[in-house]
Nanobody
Framework: QVQLVESGGGLVQPGGSLRLSCVAS????????IGWFRQAPGKEREGVSC????????YYPDSVKGRFTISRDSAQNTMYLQMNDLKPEDTAVYYC????????WGQGTQVTVSS
């Protein structure tokens, strides 16, 4: 039974930091490509970061590059997204994503960046 559970979202002021967690069950996290997406109100879902299962290579779009860092803890079977220097435009629901064909999604965790 594949399951992805996100946590760590919340309210933060611009320039602040948050660390999101995604606990995986039903599979070994490090064997598959896994990443984060986000969706803001009125916008389509956007890829934020992903990490490959074979060599752990990380990818980031320009919108978050240099501010966000993806990582994984094999012992805990958990993926993290460290978000620094947060901006109001980062406000969105963040989703954990597993590329397996079929794909799997977590339930999402809300991140709000506001003064």
């Amino acid at each position: 039974q594949v399951q992805l559970v996100e946590s760590g979202g919340g309210l933060v002021q611009p320039g602040g930091s948050l660390r999101l967690s995604c606990v995986a069950s039903g599979f070994t996290l490090e064997k598959y490509a896994i990443g984060w997406f986000r969706q803001a109100p009125g916008k389509e879902r956007e890829g934020v970061s992903c990490i490959t299962g074979t060599n752990g290579r990380a990818y980031y779009p320009d919108s978050v590059k240099g501010r966000f860092t993806i990582s994984r803890d094999s012992a805990q079977n958990t993926m993290y997204l460290q978000m620094n220097d947060l901006k109001p435009e980062d406000t969105a629901v963040y989703y954990c994503y597993l590329a397996r064909g079929p794909d799997y999604w977590g339930q999402g965790t809300q991140v709000t960046v506001s003064s």
